[in-house]
């Protein structure tokens, strides 16, 4: 009885200490842990998202890369730290897809975190080196086909998109290419800037100004629908891959274990950036939008995550494509 009472006691303080732990949050600096190079599309959403939560928050929320093995080596971090709100995490489709891309994970995709929001989707277009001899995709198709493992593809690394999509492309075609892994696509595009990679499959929020500017070649999108801001590139289906279709969805998380008022406060904050009209605008120019407002919750974002894990797990295992 008196173990019991202790035990209530205990429990009781501690309860009260992360109570006043959540009602003055934040006291300091938040860190955005981003699991890809600086400069890319990942990278892109979270300074957006993050400059704007700042402002709602009055604390300062600075963004953190931390790239390599396709986002996860970003989110084993992010599992690992402190669940007291000043570490977050924003990371993409590829928390459904690592689980079943790799053979071990040293976090949980669902239970190592707390979902606090969905953030946009974003389309990915298929694009090229400036002087690729492709003039359209019925081409890059026909190129490809013919030079097999002398194409050289950028993505970055086995769980990003860029290689969900490049793994999907491949299997579409039935054509193993030769892939060239980055820590994130920022700097993967700097080398197809530089005509160092063929070609890669890249989002719209990294590829739209390079394709405005005719720095790289754009053949489609991978969305059902073309994208308003680059309304000449073709939907793989009009392209010629029927059925073809890929949307990277974002989400934002926290550590397990994350107070529950705080989840709440950073959904809260989350909802504002996504109503930002300097957001708003931003992200339309970069072809995407913010989700709705009822999909910037912790409900929604769980069972999303949960979905696409079921969705991807069996379509990656008939591909055969494996990572230790
Ligand atoms: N989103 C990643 C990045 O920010 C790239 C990818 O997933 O392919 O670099």
């Given at each position: 009885m008196k173990i019991k009472l202790l035990h209530s006691a205990v429990f009781l303080a501690l309860m009260g200490g992360a109570l006043a732990h959540a009602q003055n949050y934040p006291t300091k600096t938040i860190t955005m842990v981003v699991p890809f190079a600086a400069g890319g599309p990942t990278d892109t959403v979270a300074r957006l998202v993050a400059q704007s939560m700042s402002t709602t928050l009055k604390q300062t929320v600075i963004v953190e890369n931390v790239g390599g093995a396709g986002g996860t080596i970003g989110a084993a971090r992010v599992a690992k730290s402190?669940?007291?709100?000043y570490t977050i995490f924003l990371h993409h489709i590829g928390q459904s897809t690592a689980p079943g891309l790799?053979?071990?994970?040293?976090?949980?995709?669902?239970?190592?975190f707390e979902p606090i929001g969905l953030v946009t989707d974003v389309p990915m277009t298929i694009v090229a080196r400036?002087?690729?001899?492709?003039?359209d995709f019925k081409e890059l198709l026909a190129y490809v086909k013919a030079n097999k493992a002398k194409v050289t593809y950028a993505n970055?690394?086995?769980?990003?998109a860029s290689h969900l999509c490049g793994m999907l492309f491949m299997t579409a075609i039935a054509t193993d290419l030769t892939t060239v892994p980055y820590k994130g696509t920022g700097p993967a595009m700097n080398d197809l800037l530089g005509g160092q990679v063929d070609f890669m499959c890249d989002q719209t929020t990294n590829t739209t100004s390079q394709i405005k500017g005719g720095k790289i070649k754009a053949y489609a999108v991978t969305t059902k629908t073309r994208v308003p801001t680059l309304p000449d590139l073709p939907t793989m289906n009009e392209a010629g891959?029927?059925?073809?279709e890929v949307a990277v969805w974002h989400g934002l998380y926290a550590p397990k274990g994350t107070p529950a008022p705080i989840v709440t406060q950073l959904s809260g904050a989350l909802k504002v950036a996504l109503k930002d009209p300097a957001v708003k605008q931003r992200f339309a120019d970069l072809g995407t939008e913010p989700v709705?407002?009822?999909?910037?919750?912790p409900e929604a974002l769980r069972a999303h995550l949960k979905s696409e894990i079921e969705r991807w797990t069996p379509i990656i295992q008939k591909a055969g494509v494996y990572a230790d």
């Open positions: 402190a669940p007291d709100g790799y053979r071990k994970l040293s976090y949980n995709a669902i239970d190592s400036k002087d690729f001899p492709a003039k970055a690394g086995v769980g990003s891959l029927p059925g073809f709705a407002e009822a999909r910037a919750t």
